[in-house]
């Protein structure tokens, strides 16, 4: 299996713990980017103590000299980074009449534009290469209704960013895909909703961060090469049921 220098963004967050174990466990190198200096450190030494390789970042997606330095950094301590997980999002719970306009983009701004930001800067070096791997997480809330716009929008948004760069890297060796979670086991899920899963998912649990990141390590692999422009869906089948006349759960 190839092993490849992967970029991931987010890698202090509860859901990189789960993938940024099943990437090391693949025999991948990590390149661990966090806004938070501290969480970007904690999460390569986690790697590093469990024997695989991995280097700590700090970046503010949103912020273009940092992704700069980012790419320039990366190339000095580790080489040519061959994938990329864009998993740096935040999860802001107002609805219509809590938002305005700069709250509002500041949810796209790390969502959406920085997830670009980040494919953009190291696209070259993957055309170069005839490689590349990029997996932007998504979520379920930008194909179905969700209560909080920003989120929803930004969401749906990276999905048709990843269908959409598709025709710049057509007839390359890069893929591009959005992997979409329902609710995952992390502290960005609030009890709440924790507590509609057993009523709300057919599969009656949450999704483990160690299920998001066997699948990623999939579709970095060569047999996952036709896996192109998809919504890689992973909820447990919450957006395929239509619960309205199902008395049980009604
Ligand atoms: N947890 C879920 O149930 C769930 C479901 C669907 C999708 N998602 C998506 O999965 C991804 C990871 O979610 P999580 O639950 O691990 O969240 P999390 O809050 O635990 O982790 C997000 C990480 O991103 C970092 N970050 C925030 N802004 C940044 C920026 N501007 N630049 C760089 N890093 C930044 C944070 O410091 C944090 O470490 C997010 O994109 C989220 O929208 C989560």
Known sequence: MRSLNVLITGAGGGMCRGINRRLADAG???LCVDIDAERAEAAAEAVRSDGGKAFAFAADVTTPDDVKRLRRDALEQVGAVQAIVNAAGVL???MLLDHDAASFAKVLDIN???PFAVIREFAQDMLDADFGRIVNISSIAGTTG?????YAASKAGLSNLTRSLLMDFWGTGITV???CPGVVDTQMVIQEVRDQ???KVPTGRVVEPEEIGALIAFVLTDDARSI???DLVIDG???QIFRLFDPQHA
């Open 92 to 94: 802001d719970r107002k």
């Open 146 to 150: 969700y209560p909080y716009p920003s």
């Open 112 to 114: 959406l534009v920085g």
């Open 237 to 239: 089948g919450a957006t």
């Open 228 to 230: 192109n422009g998809a």
């Open 177 to 179: 895909n959005s992997v």
């Open 28 to 30: 991948h190198t990590l």
């Open 197 to 199: 899963v057993p009523n």
